[in-house]
């Protein structure tokens, strides 16, 4: 048993301050991991069971020696750690005279701080050989583990080496190959066995050897870690191989370093790149060059070309390939381009030219002019001679021929990109006058459509920002000049142009399809007004729209006029729709369908640009149902020639027929007599009043 330990304040005092002292002493000897607080309260415990050693002399061994071990379980190891605590605690335990009698004290002291130490060093030795012990089982796995790696590593590298489709070679600093792979000996068509001992410098193209020794002495040097460049092998056929050459320095810890080479096969990825080169550049199916590779042709030819003839650029269209593929199959169109290919080579087989594909069925030819080259016409006569020859073709025979623009000796300075739009301006103003036709470029004109097609490309945005309004024009009754109905019209406010009138705004709606929606919107605006008229002047004043021949044909017009109206409110005998003759009178119904359903919803249809020709004329009588036709020419100005007596005689038959007339562009006083004369029941034109918006017909009627 331990004796018991006097509990008296002045004891228990000096114990706490023993163990602080002890702590601080430690702390600033060596580190122990934990809170000083922690160390402290531990070894408060660690004095009292020394000083209750010191009480009972048979527990003297046993606590020192448990004392000296706890200090090496706190990490406190080292010499000074043991020197500290020797020498405090012995000094701390001599220090209390009440644990033993006098005689006894020091005795039993040194015992305590004797058996501390032994505890102490065996504790440390115990821990030292359990951490050599496990140091050396740790270096052992190490070992066997970096052996195994190795011995895969080595297995995955050999079998990377030979089955990779890299060639991969070693050599030595002279570049004479110590090991190589099957793979290189593929890409070199030689045998793997006779490749060692072979120079790496004698299976390259002769013309970069110097290159390939000038890579090998920068590695040496230590100047990069690595050099990759394109190279050429020489095959044992005598071909040649494309590699890209990676060169990398191989050091080694015993024997002399090496170079690694690695050599990637590029034979298959150059030639592919060519056919993908030409395929950029060519026609699939025709296999002329593209719009691309003439550009460019282009442009050498015009700094190259004899400057005295220069050159010629041809842009042809083929009149009416849609028909050929229609009726006869894509793969006879197919085949008729191929036909054409051939032929607008064979024009120029003696010329200096590039004949090009540029898509669908337009081609383009570049001559680059000799003083022998045929003049324009020549050359044109013969592509379209060659080209009208029938060839079989599908099971039939099949011919046709070109519509041409041609640019003609156009300055050395122009740009490729504005001569072939010159060209293709140049070509649309041939197919507007027929097919087989041709044209050489003006630049006056070249001009004039740049602009028709600027400002038919931003109408949209125009009609979006409000530039484009809807105006008002009177149609008066000849007969008392009072106002009848009234005429909607577009004009364009533009800002740089000014007011583009409305015959101007349809033509460009009507080429680029904007027609649709816009008259769409024209037509509600001037319903609307119509309303508000009703209203306002408490009498009908109807409306009046003239549709275009897309209008006129649109499937949905009729639906469209029922919405419009519906939503307007406007009934439909005060809306007035004028048709044109050309779309009426067509090879196709639907204008004639759409005009006869909306009569029969009582909508007001009137004919345009009545021209009073016999065939027009017996249309009309064949009871179309129009409740009046207009009329633009006026013979007015020779009233007694035998044109307006015969005019006179025809109208006569219209009025018979209960169809009115309406005078259009009247302009004087006698004109306006002479329709009324012959029976025209209204007109308009400037003589009454110019287009204007809504208040001018306001002031009209009051």
């Not at 007596?645 to 038959?653: D, H, I, K, P, S």
Request: proline share 6%; net charge negative.
């Amino acid at each position: 048993m331990t004796a018991p330990l006097p509990q008296d304040a002045e004891g228990l005092r000096a114990r706490t301050k023993l163990a602080k002292k002890w702590a601080y002493l430690l702390s600033s000897k060596t580190f122990v991991p934990m809170a000083n607080a922690e160390l402290e309260r531990q070894l408060l415990g660690l004095v009292e069971r020394l000083c209750a050693a010191v009480v009972t002399e048979a527990l003297a061994q046993r606590a020192g020696r448990e004392a000296g071990d706890a200090l090496v379980a706190m990490n406190c190891t080292s010499a000074e750690s043991l020197q500290v605590s020797v020498e405090i605690v012995s000094k701390g335990l001599l220090g209390m005279p009440s644990l033993a009698p006098p005689d006894k004290l020091r005795e039993r002291v040194v015992d305590v701080i004797a058996s501390l130490a032994a505890g102490f060093v065996d504790r440390v030795r115990a821990t030292t050989l359990a951490q050599q012990e496990q140091l050396g089982r740790s270096l052992y796995r190490a070992m066997r583990q970096a052996q195994a790696e190795l011995q895969v590593s080595e297995a995955r590298f050999e079998l990377l080496e030979q089955h990779l489709s890299t060639g991969i070679a070693t050599t030595d600093l002279d570049g004479v190959l110590v090991r190589s792979n099957a793979a290189l000996a593929r890409i070199l068509d030689r045998q793997s066995a006779g490749l060692t001992g072979m120079s790496l410098f004698e299976l390259v193209h002769p013309d970069e050897r110097a290159g390939l020794r000038a890579d090998f002495a920068a590695l040496i040097a230590g100047g990069t870690a690595s050099i990759s460049q394109p190279r050429q092998l020489l095959r044992a056929d005598g071909e040649l191989a494309w590699v890209t050459l990676t060169l990398s320095p191989l050091r080694r810890i015993e024997g002399p370093p090496q170079v690694m080479v690695l050599a990637e096969d590029a034979t298959d990825v150059n030639l592919l790149q060519g056919q993908l080169n030409h395929q950029a550049l060519h026609d699939v199916l025709t296999r002329l060059p593209n719009r691309q590779y003439f550009t460019s042709r282009l442009e050498q030819a015009l700094r190259t070309a004899d400057p005295g003839t220069g050159i010629s650029v041809f842009h042809l269209d083929l009149d009416g390939f849609s028909r050929i593929t229609g009726g006869l199959g894509r793969e006879v169109g197919d085949h008729v381009l191929k036909i054409v290919a051939g032929r607008l080579q064979a024009v120029v087989v003696e010329e200096t030219a590039m004949v090009a594909r540029f898509g669908h069925d337009e081609f383009a030819i570049l001559v680059e002019n000799t003083p022998t080259t045929p003049d324009v016409v020549t050359m044109i006569r013969r592509i379209n001679d060659l080209l009208s020859v029938p060839f079989h073709s599908g099971g039939s025979r099949v011919a046709v021929s070109a519509t041409i623009g041609v640019v003609h000796r156009p300055p050395r300075d122009s740009a490729p990109s504005a001569l072939l739009d010159s060209a293709d301006l140049t070509l649309r103003r041939a197919r507007g006058n027929g097919r087989r036709q041709w044209e050489l470029a003006d630049r006056a004109e070249d001009g004039r459509d740049r602009r028709t097609f600027s400002l038919a490309a931003t109408m949209p945005g125009a009609w979006e920002n409000g530039e484009i309004q809807v105006l008002y024009r009177p149609v008066v009754r000849l007969s008392d000049e009072r106002i009848e109905s009234v005429e909607a019209l577009l004009r364009w406010d533009h800002p740089k142009l000014g007011g583009l009138p409305h015959e101007q705004c349809l033509a460009l709606a009507e080429d680029t399809g904007l027609i649709v929606p816009l008259g769409e919107w024209a037509l509600r605006v001037a319903c609307d007004q119509a309303r508000a008229w009703r209203r306002e002047l408490r009498r009908d004043l109807p409306v009046r729209w003239a549709l275009t021949p897309s209008q006129a044909a649109d499937p949905d017009l009729l639906g469209v006029v029922r919405e419009v109206l519906s939503d307007t409110g406007l009934p439909p005998s005060s809306l007035r729709l004028g048709a044109p003759a050309q779309a009426l009178f067509g090879d196709r119904g639907e204008a004639a369908d759409n005009l006869r359903y909306l009569a029969e919803d009582e909508v007001g249809v009137e004919l345009e640009e009545f021209t009073a020709a016999p065939a027009d004329l017996l249309r009309l009588l064949e009871g179309l149902p129009v409740r009046a036709v207009r009329m633009t020419q006026s013979p007015a100005a020779e009233p007694d020639s035998a044109v307006a007596g015969a005019l006179a005689r025809v109208l006569e038959v219209v009025r018979d027929a209960g169809v009115g007339l309406t005078a259009v562009g009247v302009t004087t006083p006698g004109q306006a007599r002479w329709w009324r004369e012959v029976g025209a029941d209204t007109a308009s034109g400037p003589l009454f009043a110019p287009a204007g918006p809504p208040d001018a017909i306001n002031r009209w009627c009051r």
